[in-house]
C-alpha cells in the first residue's frame, strides 16, 4: 500500500514537499510516478522516476518548477514543488507499476498501486 502525504495550504509562489512511501512493501526497484486531479478535471500526469533514480520525466506544466527524487534509506520519494501556482492545486496521488525495473510512464495504465492522495492547496 502505498501513503502520499506533505499536502497542505500554501500561498501561490510557495512550496511544498510531498512525499512517497509504502508500507507492507518496499518502493525499491519500483519506478514511482506522480499524477494530480485538480476537481472536476481528470487526473493527469505530473513527474516519474526510474527504480534507480537514474530517470526522470515531467509534465510540461511542472518542469522547471518540481523535481522528483527518491531516497534510499527512507525507502521515499520525494515531490519538490516550488513556485506554486494556483493551478498546482489537486489531490496528489503517487503510484508503481505492478512490475520491478519497469520504467515508469505518463500514462495511468501503467500503473497499478496507487496511494490515497494527499491535498495541495494554493491561495492566490
Known amino acids: 500500500q502505498l501513503q502520499a502525504s506533505g499536502g497542505g495550504l500554501v500561498q501561490a509562489g510557495g512550496s511544498l514537499r510531498l512525499s512517497c512511501a509504502a508500507s507492507?512493501?518496499?518502493?525499491?526497484?519500483?519506478?514511482v510516478g506522480w499524477f494530480r486531479q485538480a476537481p472536476g478535471k481528470e487526473r493527469v500526469f505530473v513527474a516519474a522516476?526510474?527504480?534507480?533514480?537514474?530517470?526522470?520525466f515531467y509534465a510540461d506544466a511542472v518542469r522547471g518548477r518540481f523535481s522528483i527524487s527518491r531516497d534510499r534509506i527512507s525507502d521515499t520519494v520525494y515531490l519538490q514543488m516550488n513556485t506554486l501556482e494556483p493551478e498546482d492545486a489537486a489531490v496528489y496521488y503517487c503510484?508503481?507499476?505492478?512490475?520491478?525495473?519497469?520504467?515508469?510512464?505518463?500514462?495511468?495504465?501503467?500503473?497499478?498501486?496507487w496511494g490515497q492522495g494527499t491535498l495541495v492547496t494554493v491561495s492566490s
Open positions: 507492507g512493501r518496499s518502493l525499491e526497484n519500483y519506478g
Open positions: 503510484a508503481t507499476p505492478s512490475r520491478v525495473w519497469v520504467l515508469p510512464g505518463r500514462t495511468e495504465s501503467q500503473y497499478s498501486y
Open positions: 522516476i526510474a527504480w534507480n533514480g537514474g530517470t526522470k
